[in-house]
């Protein structure tokens, strides 16, 4: 009897173009079908079943931890500054009374929230990411994923946050931006384990042929993307874990989330 293939998400920026490339050229050979959203909606379908496994905000594991587990081997993290999660203000912090935020977004706005801790308890506004129309109504925007490098010619009144290197400059500690998830009914092959494991390295391998083949991104310098890739991205979830459990226990502190589940792994 055939197995049915596994629907795997996995978001569409760049930051898993490095993975996507194997994961489109091997995956249905290893059990999985291939599936590419926004974090958000990847977060949504893996909730509603409608996905096996994917690669979902971590704010968005957390609430739901008791329903997966993750794979120990991927993550996409960052240690400092990384450039594609932007917060971007015309006002001092404690005087911002609208945020206006990334529509594809979730783990940017907790860790937005515990950043700053708003004394002046600003509105959240939901926005396509458009810097324009976004700061129309509203004294700050946040941008995340590729939308953040095709912002150029900001007027000298925007200040700009990397959110990544404030949390960096307040925690010492990486940042975990989206976790491999599995829904707890679910349950992996040793070699689609192994093959997980494998797209991290054979992706890092392919950095220019990613960028290359890249479109979406194709009025960007290309030494600026493969810095972005090589130098600012990394997908082990391993080496980042107590940057994702510290997340986790300020997203609880911060009332982010209700429960504060334990981590489990495949």
Same mark, same amino acid.
């Given at each position: 009897?055939?197995?049915?293939?596994?629907?795997?998400?996995?978001?569409?920026? *760049?930051? %898993? %173009?490095?993975?996507?490339?194997? *994961?489109?050229?091997?995956? !249905?050979?290893?059990?999985?079908?291939?599936?590419?959203?926004?974090? +958000? !909606?990847? +977060?949504?379908?893996?909730?509603?079943?409608?996905?096996?496994?994917?690669?979902?905000?971590?704010?968005?594991?957390?609430?739901?931890?008791?329903?997966?587990?993750?794979?120990? !081997?991927?993550?996409? +993290?960052?240690?400092?500054?990384?450039?594609?999660?932007?917060? *971007?203000?015309?006002?001092?912090?404690?005087? /911002?009374?609208?945020? %206006?935020?990334?529509?594809?977004?979730?783990?940017?706005?907790?860790?937005?929230?515990?950043?700053?801790?708003?004394? !002046?308890?600003?509105?959240?506004?939901?926005?396509?990411?458009?810097?324009?129309?976004?700061?129309?109504?509203?004294?700050?925007?946040?941008?995340?994923?590729? +939308?953040?490098?095709?912002?150029?010619?900001?007027?000298?009144?925007?200040?700009?946050?990397?959110?990544?290197?404030?949390?960096?400059?307040?925690?010492?500690?990486?940042?975990?931006? %989206?976790?491999?998830?599995?829904?707890?009914?679910?349950?992996?092959?040793?070699?689609?384990?192994?093959?997980?494991?494998? /797209?991290?390295?054979?992706?890092?391998?392919? /950095?220019?042929?990613?960028?290359?083949?890249?479109?979406?991104?194709?009025?960007?310098?290309?030494?600026?993307?493969?810095?972005?890739?090589?130098?600012?991205?990394?997908?082990?979830?391993?080496?980042?874990?107590?940057?994702?459990?510290?997340?986790?226990?300020?997203?609880?502190?911060?009332?982010?989330?209700?429960?504060?589940?334990? /981590?489990?792994?495949?």
């Amino acid at each position: 009897m055939v197995q049915p293939l596994l629907r795997f998400g996995i978001h569409n920026f *760049l930051n %898993a %173009a490095p993975l996507l490339l194997p *994961l489109k050229e091997e995956g !249905s050979n290893m059990g999985f079908q291939i599936f590419t959203d926004s974090p +958000a !909606s990847l +977060a949504d379908r893996l909730k509603s079943s409608d996905l096996d496994l994917a690669m979902i905000p971590s704010v968005e594991y957390f609430k739901s931890a008791d329903t997966y587990r993750l794979v120990p !081997s991927l993550c996409i +993290a960052s240690r400092g500054k990384v450039g594609t999660v932007l917060f *971007l203000t015309k006002k001092p912090i404690n005087e /911002i009374r609208s945020i %206006a935020v990334d529509n594809r977004s979730r783990t940017s706005v907790a860790l937005l929230k515990i950043l700053f801790s708003f004394s !002046s308890d600003p509105t959240i506004h939901t926005f396509p990411p458009d810097l324009e129309s976004m700061l129309v109504d509203h004294s700050a925007a946040l941008i995340i994923g590729d +939308a953040a490098f095709k912002l150029s010619d900001l007027d000298s009144s925007i200040t700009v946050y990397d959110l990544s290197e404030e949390w960096f400059r307040q925690t010492g500690k990486t940042f975990v931006h %989206a976790v491999l998830a599995v829904r707890k009914d679910i349950f992996l092959t040793e070699l689609q384990k192994k093959f997980i494991e494998r /797209i991290k390295t054979e992706g890092r391998g392919r /950095i220019k042929e990613v960028v290359q083949g890249y479109k979406i991104l194709s009025n960007v310098d290309t030494k600026v993307l493969e810095d972005y890739l090589e130098k600012k991205i990394r997908y082990d979830l391993d080496a980042s874990e107590d940057g994702l459990v510290h997340f986790r226990n300020l997203c609880y502190q911060h009332g982010v989330i209700l429960k504060k589940y334990s /981590i489990e792994f495949i």
